[in-house]
Nanobody, 119 residues
Framework: QVQLVESGGGSVQAGGSLRLSCTAS????????MGWYRQAPGEQRELVAR???????NYADSVKGRFTVTRVNGQNTVYLQMNRLKPEDTAVYYC?????????????WGQGTQVTVSS
């Protein structure tokens, strides 16, 4: 059984930094894409940043220039470096991984990690 294990959430003041980590456990091939989503109370889950194998990462406009997503080459491990955090970044952050199951895909999700930014 494949699981995505996240770590690195917490509380920080505005302007601070946090780094999230996500690693897949279990038997699975290399994911086609890995990234991060977030969900604030009362809001829909939204894409924060994602990186496809062999491609450049893409970011939500709200985090461009502040967040950086990286993936370890050849491994199912992804990081999210979050700098200059703002109170509006407060949310539960979920790791996401996309597996190719032709003709479609299958999404895996982590359990979520809370990020709280105080003003």
């Amino acid at each position: 059984q494949v699981q995505l294990v996240e770590s690195g959430g917490g509380s920080v003041q505005a302007g601070g930094s946090l780094r999230l980590s996500c690693t897949a456990s279990g038997s699975v091939g290399l994911f086609a894409a890995m990234g991060w989503y977030r969900q604030a109370p009362g809001e829909q889950r939204e894409l924060v940043a994602r990186i496809f194998a062999g491609d450049s990462p893409n970011y939500a406009d709200s985090v461009k220039g502040r967040f950086t997503v990286t993936r370890v080459n050849g491994q199912n491990t992804v990081y999210l470096q979050m700098n200059r955090l703002k109170p509006e970044d407060t949310a539960v952050y979920y790791c996401n991984a996309v597996e190719l199951r032709l003709p479609g895909t299958f999404d895996y999700w982590g359990q979520g990690t809370q990020v709280t930014v105080s003003s």
